[in-house]
């Protein structure tokens, strides 16, 4: 079955810092690969997507691409700041398009503090 | 606009009771998602609709858990005869359509406890 896999956490970083979050996952056929966040006291939203091979989803200064040679999806900020404290969670789903894009497989989450 | 509502934010219960969770999608979504989130973990599948049907219940852990959206918007998630083990925060979600690459909206969530 499909499973995705999130470095351990919780990161803690100066603000200014560069951010990595490692995310890899095991799927059949081509899934489509997304990084959720969930503020304090709020609902998980969408951060980015991609949904084929080698794409690159950004947002809010967040990036990552989707590398199906190493099934690999991590997520990179070159500057965080304090309002980036949050729970980041990397998800897949199958292909765009098909008829189960909607039910999504989880990673476990990653609980990122910024410091001032 | 409004997002996707859940209701009640919090509910406490003992175990064997009943309980219900009530979801409002945003409206004109057409493709309804619950999930189940244990402390630390990341959100689990349990049920989604189409319109009015369940068009896949595989996650749903067993008979006891059983969920309805009788006329394509508002979905409630029903617990037959609940244990400490359902504790969780419960969460719904809604999509504009479930093919397409429309993104979904979690709500903010129940979270059940059954002690």
């Known amino acids: 079955g499909n499973s995705v896999t999130q470095m351990e956490g919780p990161v803690t970083l100066s603000e200014e810092a560069f951010l990595t979050i490692n995310c890899t996952y095991t799927a059949t056929g081509y899934p489509s690969l997304f990084w959720y966040v969930q503020y304090p006291g709020e609902g998980l939203q969408l951060l980015l997507k991609a949904t084929k091979a080698d794409d690159k989803g950004s947002n809010k200064g967040f990036e990552a691409t989707y590398r199906k040679e190493t099934t690999s999806f991590h997520l990179e900020k070159g500057s965080v700041q304090v309002s980036d404290s949050a729970v980041y969670f990397c998800a897949l789903s199958a292909e765009a398009g098909g008829t189960s894009y909607g039910k999504l497989t989880f990673g476990q989450g990653t609980i990122l503090t910024v410091h001032p | 606009g409004a997002g996707v509502s859940q209701t009640p934010s919090n509910k406490v219960t003992e175990k064997g009771k009943y309980v219900e969770l009530r979801c409002d999608p945003i409206?004109?979504?057409?493709?309804l998602y619950w999930y189940r989130q244990s402390l630390g973990q990341g959100p689990e599948f349990l049920i989604y609709?189409?319109?009015?049907?369940?068009?896949?219940d595989s996650g749903l852990p067993n008979d006891r858990f059983f969920a309805v959206r009788p006329e394509g918007s508002v979905s409630t998630l029903k617990i037959q005869r609940t244990e400490r083990g359902d504790s969780a925060m419960y969460l719904c979600a809604s999509s504009l359509n479930r093919v397409t690459n429309s993104p979904l909206h979690f709500g903010n969530g129940t979270r059940l406890t059954v002690t």
């Open positions: 609709f189409q319109g009015t049907g369940a068009a896949d």
């Open positions: 409206s004109g979504h057409t493709a």
